[in-house]
């Protein structure tokens, strides 16, 4: 999601890592310059995004913001779902992105979550299945 691509450029002191402190001062400083005086609308999030993110379109969406579903994001929505986006990129849950953990989403289309090793469901086994034919 273009939003690993956003969070990690919240890296003010330059060591590739965003902790905690970062991000809070990075959601303060994208709020002041997505709001200026407050709740949002979608025009000014469209030129927002189109800034921060990349594109109008790119996810997070303004709809995914707004809890409330009055059509404007509040600083504490805004606040929020920043915040959920960064848990959800923190893959070992240690409160700080490193860059192993953002490189994955900044270089994957959106939409390609889990890495394509994973294999769904349980498989059957070969033999079981000639067993049961036999059996009839
Ligand atoms: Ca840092
Ligand atoms: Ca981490």
Known sequence: MPAALFLGAMDADGDHLVDGTELGGGIDHEWQLLSKSGPVRPVYYDTWARSALGSASAL???????????????RDEFDERLRLAFTQLDENGDGVLERSELVF??????????????VAGPRRRLDQGSDEQQQH
Do not use: C, E, H
């Not at 997070?60 to 509040?74: H, M, Q, V």
């Open 60 to 74: 997070p969406s303004f709809a995914s913001y707004d809890l409330d579903g009055d059509k404007l994001i509040s």
């Open 105 to 118: 989403y900044v270089t994957r289309p959106a939409g390609r979550r889990t890495p394509p090793r994973q």
